[in-house]
């Protein structure tokens, strides 16, 4: 029987204990911060195809070029996010090399932006365009820069 009365009585501290523990309450916070982040890969590179120093116009784009194609990136952002698109290094004119030697100067050619971005991913044309003057004397061979 005081078993039954000491278990009863430890039952009734704990009834008690709860219902003290449920008068004091508070609200949790509770916090985050969506960045704004984006997220860039090549699609298709720029490809000049065949230069012909002899027969070319006198600037060549590479989308035109008869074994060319222009270049694509595709862009991911946090929705709603503007971005801009921009070469580096910052110079309007990039170089291709062939061996290490012989740079071909080449323009790149794209909308800058800005642009917003929506919940799925923009693919962005990058064209470019040779000055026939950049490669009328380079020697024959491959060439590739960045």
Known sequence: ?????????????????????AADSTDLLVEAEVL???SVET??????????????PATTTASTAPTGSAGSVRVTCTNLTSY???????????????????PIAYTPVFTAGPFTAGTSADIRTIDATVAKTA????????YSGQ
């Open 84 to 102: 801009s698109l921009g070469a580096t290094p910052a110079s309007p004119t990039m170089t291709l090399n062939g061996g290490g030697t012989n």
């Open 36 to 38: 704004a982040a984006c």
């Open 135 to 142: 490669y009328e004397t380079a020697p024959a061979g491959a």
């Open 1 to 21: 029987m005081k078993k039954i009365l000491a278990i009863l009585a430890a039952v009734g501290l704990m009834a008690a204990a709860g219902t003290a523990m």
């Open 43 to 56: 699609v298709d590179n720029i490809d000049f195809g065949d230069l012909d120093p002899i027969n070319d």
